[in-house]
T-cell receptor, first 112, second 114 residues
Framework: AQSVTQLGSHVSVSEGALVLLRCNYSSSVPPYLFWYVQYPNQGLQLLLKYTSAATLVKGINGFEAEFKKSETSFHLTKPSAHMSDAAEYFCAVVNSGYALNFGKGTSLLVTP | EAGVTQSPTHLIKTRGQQATLRCSPISGHTSVYWYQQALGLGLQFLLWYDEGEERNRGNFPPRFSGRQFPNYSSELNVNALELEDSALYLC?????????????FGPGTRLTVL
């Protein structure tokens, strides 16, 4: 089964600093990968997705992720953090039967 | 375009009761997915419905069941509620396609079992 591992349950960055949230996948086939964000007491919002069309994927709110097969990684980055980026971020991979298999999530804290 | 909607927002039940949660997908989407987000357990896949049929099921007991109606809306039923069923239940929808499609999520139903 395809799975993802998110390294770091909590990440703290200063406003204006680089955001890097790590995700490694395990898959025997080319994976479909996603990043979602969850704000407090809300559902999940899609940030971006990888479907093998391009290795560098640009998403909403200035986020992007690069698919690296050699490293089995799909890390999420943003050049400059805003206070409004504080949220829980989930990496996910499509499993058999089209179900999403989520990582445990990374809580991003942005300090002034 | 309206997003995925879920009702109720909050639901409080006691142990042993039954809970019914509802989901309306984005217009044009035929697939509906249910996920459970419980404290400490993360997001776990529950059920997938497409064109009125159950297509896939996660590792949950049979007391978790559901159905999809002809208008593609869906219901999740949880029977014989247990304290550990307390969680945020998220519904997602996607258009029908051969490739795995992006799943768009609703705001969720917070179920509390006392």
């Amino acid at each position: 089964a395809q799975s993802v591992t998110q390294l770091g349950s909590h990440v703290s960055v200063s406003e204006g600093a680089l955001v890097l949230l790590r995700c490694n996948y395990s898959s025997s086939v080319p994976p479909y990968l996603f990043w979602y964000v969850q704000y407090p007491n809300q559902g999940l919002q899609l940030l971006l997705k990888y479907t093998s069309a391009a290795t560098l994927v640009k998403g909403i709110n200035g986020f992007e992720a690069e698919f690296k097969k050699s490293e089995t990684s799909f890390h999420l980055t943003k050049p400059s953090a805003h206070m409004s980026d504080a949220a829980e971020y989930f990496c996910a991979v499509v499993n058999s039967g089209y179900a999403l298999n989520f990582g445990k999530g990374t809580s991003l804290l942005v300090t002034p | 375009e309206a997003g995925v909607t879920q009702s109720p927002t909050h639901l409080i039940k006691t142990r042993g009761q039954q809970a019914t949660l509802r989901c309306s997908p984005i217009s044009g989407h035929t697939s509906v997915y249910w996920y459970q987000q419980a404290l400490g357990l993360g997001l776990q896949f529950l059920l997938w419905y497409d064109e009125g049929e159950e297509r896939n099921r996660g590792n949950f007991p049979p007391r978790f069941s559901g159905r999809q109606f002809p208008n593609y809306s869906s219901e999740l039923n949880v029977n014989a509620l247990e304290l550990e069923d307390s969680a945020l239940y998220l519904c997602a929808s996607s258009p029908r396609d051969r490739a795995p499609n992006t799943q768009y999520f609703g705001p969720g139903t917070r179920l509390t079992v006392l």
